[in-house]
């Protein structure tokens, strides 16, 4: 006890002396550091006197938190929830989480005396947070909330811990920064899912007779396990495996040169750390620094966020097999002509494990928003063996050199060669894995943690968890309402188990069992006897959580964002395996898809107008991009976020149309090398995103109807978006431009600036349109959330301009 208390005392003293001193004054927290061990000791334990707790600092501190420090509970030490807690702290530096972890452990050294429950104990790894009270399982209070998954994401930049948001930057000013995780080893409950013996984020049926960790207390090198003796060491140990590219071979049959070796990397890359407490390690991919209780994982930095694959001196590539569908006749028609197909979506790879499931999926969405009550979300009848879509675009050559065909080959020759197949694709690491983290205590390997190793954020400040729960706050907000597919339910909701193929080498031991279906909660402790959650309130949508607990991350779909699934005797499992190759070519997929994921993928609808999926969530003209040939574009215009153009008005031969981009040929691959896709991330809140959802709903609702008035079945194309911002920084006021698409005339076009067939926005979509609108909704203020009017004019082809605005109240 002596070394660990001596530390903590240190740690405490020297922050004290830099400049706390003052600031926890205010809340009767002055110990001497110049008596003796027992002395401060005891200050620091005494009960306080009564405090301000409107005081900034401590307005969600739990009611009953009354000392310094509090034995086994950091949410109850005064010191604790000001360096740890997500306010603001001007001008005052907060410990590193390497010191801030030497004080939990002091915490709960402190509590070592007292009893343990009478009931079998299991040390677990689970990834940790400290979170203000409305980004917490309760809601009642700031407090600890633990999960037994972590999401970390990919990245061109170094790790930055955020010590005000208490979370990882992910943006570094030029790229995305990885991100990482903090887990801690803890010694767990493991209860049922009843509010007296757990409080869960999001709690599902059935939960009351699963089984949940909830820990008891932290473990580190000299604390007690159980009432046996003293921990002497712990090694922290992980294994990580990306075997997307294999997968695509095993699965699709497709064929690859026979100089490659489809079970060593880049096909299957895999990551071993064996790393003792207090010390740092990493591989290639991952890295760990350990403290004497926890540790930081996550990827490093990578050179490009996808970079092509190469096996020794070759590209790793494999032979696009030829395009397996229905006889011409049922190739449809306009933008969607030959997408009906069993192995190809647009002008990607489609990868379906079983092809039945893929048929009963796709009659299951058809009639998802017929029987939401039944079909939403759609039922989970294809598990995804393999990544769903994969990039077949860059055709490599005899010499070694690649072909970008959609930069390349003209309208119809185009499409002819990705449906004959037959030629050599190049293939891409991007890095993204599946992982567990493990502690062995005295050599005795505790229950694992499973990390995600995942794709960029984009929405760092949103979180599926606030949408979700304002999807529920009216039920015209229902998320089948806004969302034509995907829809914001996060991770942290879905019930899966980790990766069931992942192991303990050493051993040959599985980490993850079938009954680990509660991986993903985020818990915390019970409410009290006889309370509940309170219902969120408007400013529970600013919680900023954000970081690396499934909250912040979507649950599996398909395509996916963060995580897919897969099955093994007839038990689901969550794995990354099953999203794109690489993951930009879902990303493309699940932002045309009116942003599948809202809280974390741009709504690029607008940008392609995919027949019936309308926007949801509408992105901005210049988050988009302005092409060069809009009114208000320029000849030097950078594209928008994907490195694509956002769509514009445009007359041809004197018949009303809108030039776009063209979803078949737009390569958010291609992009990402040429460092235009992902060029920018958004600091979109929660809140900014809700603001957008409802202005378009309110617009819908009262302009003439096309479709419908709910947004994801309207007929209206969303080509203009516009924040009108006076002195506010969030918009009082959005305007739309809309109009009915004719989907069956579009036709490929060529820019008539744009030279160069490579560039961005070159190869375009032009396609007629009809009952051109604009619509303008305003809100009372920078904090609504709801606009309180709507005004909206017609256009008339003939005179080419709106006519009088006609004004109608938000109900």
């Not at 490659?260 to 010390?279: I, K, W, Y």
């Not at 040429?674 to 617009?699: G, H, K, P, Y």
């Not at 579009?746 to 744009?754: N, P």
Request: aromatic share 10%; hydrophobic share 40%; proline share 8%.
């Amino acid at each position: 006890m002596t070394d660990i208390e001596t530390q903590a005392l240190d740690i405490l003293h020297k922050r004290f002396e830099a400049g706390w001193a003052p600031v926890l004054a205010r809340f009767g927290i002055a110990p001497n550091f110049g008596a003796s061990v027992e002395a401060v000791r005891d200050a620091l334990l005494r009960p306080l006197a009564a405090f301000d707790r409107a005081d900034p600092l401590v307005s969600d501190l739990a009611a009953d938190a009354n000392a310094a420090l509090c034995p086994n509970d950091p949410a109850k030490s005064v010191i604790y929830h000001v360096w740890a807690g997500s306010h603001s702290t001007p001008g005052l530096d907060r410990p590193p989480l390497r010191e801030l972890d030497a004080v939990e452990n002091y915490i709960y050294l402190l509590g070592q005396h007292e009893s343990l429950p009478d009931e079998p104990l299991v040390p677990m790894v689970l990834a940790y947070a400290y979170r203000k009270r409305a980004a917490t399982a309760h809601r009642l209070h700031a407090d600890m909330v633990y999960s037994r998954v972590a999401v970390t994401r990919v990245g061109t930049r170094d790790a930055r811990f955020d010590s005000e948001r208490q979370t990882w930057e992910s943006w570094g000013g030029d790229g995305f920064r990885v991100t990482r995780a903090r887990l801690g080893l803890f010694l767990c409950r493991l209860v049922d899912g009843n509010a007296a013996n757990v409080s869960i984020l999001d709690r599902v049926d059935g939960d009351g007779q699963r089984s949940f960790a909830l820990p008891v207390r932290k473990l580190f090198v000299g604390a007690r396990l159980h009432n046996a003796s003293m921990i002497q060491s712990i090694r922290f140990r992980g294994h990580f495996l990306g075997d997307k590219l294999k997968r695509v071979i095993d699965v699709s049959g497709a064929a690859v040169p026979g100089t490659l070796d489809t079970s060593r990397p880049p096909f299957v890359n895999e990551a071993q750390l064996d790393v003792p407490a207090g010390s740092q390690t990493s591989d290639t991919a991952i890295e760990m620094n350990t403290f004497d209780g926890a540790c930081i994982v996550g990827p490093r930095p990578r050179a490009q966020l996808v970079s092509v694959a190469t096996q020794d001196t070759q590209i790793a590539r494999f032979v696009v097999p030829p395009r397996e569908g229905p006889p011409s006749l049922l190739r449809g028609h306009g933008i969607d002509v030959g997408n009906l197909s069993i192995n190809r979506h647009y002008t990607s790879l489609q990868v379906p494990s079983s092809k039945t499931r893929l048929a009963i999926e796709a009659v299951f969405a058809e009639f998802e928003h017929v029987l939401p009550s039944v079909l939403y979300p759609l039922p989970k009848v294809r598990p995804r063996a393999a990544p769903e879509f994969v990039n077949m675009r860059h055709r490599v050559e005899p010499d070694g050199r690649i072909t970008v065909l959609g930069n390349t080959l003209p309208p119809g020759e185009y499409e002819a060669q990705l449906d004959a197949g037959g030629f050599e694709a190049a293939m891409f690491d991007d890095g993204t894995m599946d992982g567990a983290v493990w502690a062995d205590i005295d050599g005795v390997p505790a229950s694992a943690a499973f990390v995600l190793v995942t794709a960029p954020d984009f929405f760092p400040r949103a979180d599926e968890e606030d949408l979700q729960a304002w999807s529920k706050t009216n039920p015209s907000r229902a998320a089948w309402h806004e969302f034509k597919e995907g829809g914001p339910t996060p991770l942290s909701a879905g019930r899966f188990v980790p990766n069931l193929l992942l192991k303990d080498l050493r051993r040959d031991a599985p980490l993850f069992t079938r009954a680990d279906n509660t991986a993903t909660a985020v818990v915390g402790r019970p409410l009290p006897q006889g309370s509940e959650n309170p219902q969120p309130e408007v400013a529970d949508f600013r919680r900023h959580a954000g970081g690396f607990l499934p909250d912040s991350a979507s649950d599996e779909f398909a395509p996916g964002w963060d995580v897919s699934y897969d099955e093994l005797d007839g038990t689901y499992y969550y794995t990354t395996h099953g999203l794109g190759s690489p993951f930009p070519e879902d990303v493309k997929f699940c932002a045309s898809a009116n942003a599948y994921w809202p809280a974390a993928s741009p709504d690029a609808a607008r940008t392609f107008e995919r027949p019936n999926i309308p926007t949801a969530v509408p992105m901005l003209d210049d988050e988009l991009g302005f092409h060069p040939e809009s009114p208000d574009g320029t000849p030097d215009a950078k594209p928008g976020w994907d490195g694509e153009f956002g769509p514009f008005f445009e007359t041809r031969d004197g018949v009303p149309g809108v030039n776009s981009a063209d979803i078949r040929r737009s390569d958010y691959v291609y992009n990402a090398t040429q460092n235009t896709f992902a060029s920018r991330v958004f600091d979109l809140s929660s809140d900014e995103l809700i603001r957008r959802i409802e202005a378009l709903r309110a617009c819908l609702d009262a302009i003439p109807k096309a479709g419908s008035t709910m947004p994801s079945e309207t007929h209206y194309w969303v080509v203009g978006a516009k924040a009108v911002r006076d002195t506010d920084a969030r918009a009082p006021r959005y305007t739309f431009e809309l109009c009915v698409p004719d989907n069956a005339h579009a036709r490929t076009v060529e820019s008539r600036t744009v030279e160069n067939a490579a560039a961005p926005g070159y190869w375009r979509v032009w396609r007629p349109v009809g009952n051109r609108i604009k619509a303008e909704c305003r809100f009372d203020g920078p904090d609504g959330l709801v606009p309180r009017s709507v005004r909206y004019a017609r256009f008339d082809d003939a005179t080419d301009r709106y006519g009088e605005w006609q004004v109608r109240d938000v109900p």
